[in-house]
């Protein structure tokens, strides 16, 4: 059964850090692109930050220097690492998953709430 798993939401104050996880199910096979979006109350779904399983990163302008995406392939973890947190950052962050070209699948989370009070 496939499942993606996010912890690490909460609230906290503006300046301040989390650190979101998202545990890929193992019967999820050959993960290409791993990576975190966001959705803000009456906003789209954005991209946040993507990673390749070869380690080629993606940032959204908004939270460049400030956050950093990594992954674990043998765990099937991706992580967001996330400081100098604004306002702005508070939405419902998901994780996603996709396929290589050959098996192509697209998988998403439940979604975290990050709330950042100023």
């Known amino acids: 059964q496939v499942q993606l798993v996010e912890s690490g939401g909460g609230l906290v104050q503006a300046g301040g850090s989390l650190r979101l996880s998202c545990a890929a199910s193992?019967?999820?096979?050959?993960?290409?692109?791993m990576g975190w979006y966001r959705q803000a109350p009456g906003k789209q779904r954005e991209l946040v930050a993507s990673?390749?399983?070869?380690?080629?990163?993606r940032y959204a302008d908004s939270v460049k220097d400030r956050f950093t995406i990594s992954r674990d392939n043998a765990k099937n973890f991706v992580y967001l690492q996330m400081n100098s947190l604004n306002a702005e950052d508070t939405a419902v962050y998901y994780c996603?998953?996709?396929?290589?070209?050959?098996?192509?699948?697209?998988?998403w989370g439940q979604g975290t709430q990050v709330t950042v009070s100023s």
């Open positions: 996603n998953v996709r396929g290589p070209t050959y098996y192509p699948y697209d998988y």
């Open positions: 990673i390749t399983r070869g380690g080629i990163t």
């Open positions: 193992k019967s999820i096979p050959s993960i290409n692109d």
